[in-house]
Structures are given as C-alpha cells and as structure tokens.
C-alpha cells in the first residue's frame, strides 16, 4: 500500500505543474482580508509619532524637526498596527501587494508639509457686505 501512494506522489510531482505561481508574471491571489500594501498620505499627518512608537519592526521612522516620515517597506511586516493606532486616520492599508524590488533600500520618503496659519483668513473682508 505505502509502495503506491509513493508512486502517486511521485507522478504527479513528476507530470504536475508548479506548485507555486510565478509572481509577478502571474498576480498573487486576494482575499477579502488581504493586507498586502501600506499607503501614507502626508497631508494630514500631525507628526505625532504614534505609529514609529508601535511599529514592532522599528520600520518608521518620523522626524518632527524635519517634517519627515519615512518607512523601510523591507522591515515593514504590515501587521496594521500604525493604521489602527493613527489619530489622523493618514495611513490605509490596501488590499494590492507592492511591486516586487531588487534594490535595497526600498524606503519610502514624506516631506511633510507646513500647516496653513490659523488666522490666515482673519484679515479679509468679503466685499459688498
């Protein structure tokens, strides 16, 4: 009996195809729960560094002087921790795997940019009021 069932394994990994896809010729498969890229949207971020503190692979890194936040998609294990813990809601994960690289660094750089003044609009008058 174990004789066949040796047989049967070996034909079909003999005559089968492969048993992986070949990404990125074929696109992986997705799923409803799928976590596959991290997406920053710098416009509204208060550089409240919560998502660097939490991140378990240290794979953010936010400099407030700077207005800059930067992230190593190598170390990134897109676990959501920063997207659940972010208060301005500026991080996302989607459901599309990143294109695959060969170059090391594969980081990503913000420049934050500087908030409009609070009292910007403060001066002006509307006319024929």
Same mark, same amino acid.
């Given at each position: ?16 195809? #492969? ?52 992230i190593d998609h190598f ?16 991080? *996302?994960?989607? #459901? ?13 750089? *913000? ?19």
């Amino acid at each position: 009996m174990g004789l066949i069932t040796i047989a049967k394994t070996i034909s079909r990994n003999v005559f089968g195809g #492969p048993a992986t896809r070949r990404y990125p010729a074929e696109p992986a498969k997705r799923y409803d729960l799928t976590r596959g890229r991290l997406v920053f949207e710098p416009e509204n971020c208060r550089l409240c560094r919560i998502c660097m503190l939490r991140c378990p692979t240290q794979a953010i890194v936010v400099e407030r002087k700077e207005r800059t936040w930067e992230i190593d998609h190598f170390r990134c294990i897109t676990c959501g921790n920063c997207v659940d813990l972010c208060p301005a809601n500026v991080l *996302h994960l989607e #459901p599309v795997y990143r294109e695959p690289e060969a170059d090391r660094p594969a980081k990503e750089f *913000h420049r934050i940019p500087e908030p409009p003044p609070e009292n910007a609009d403060a001066g002006c008058e509307t006319p024929g009021v």
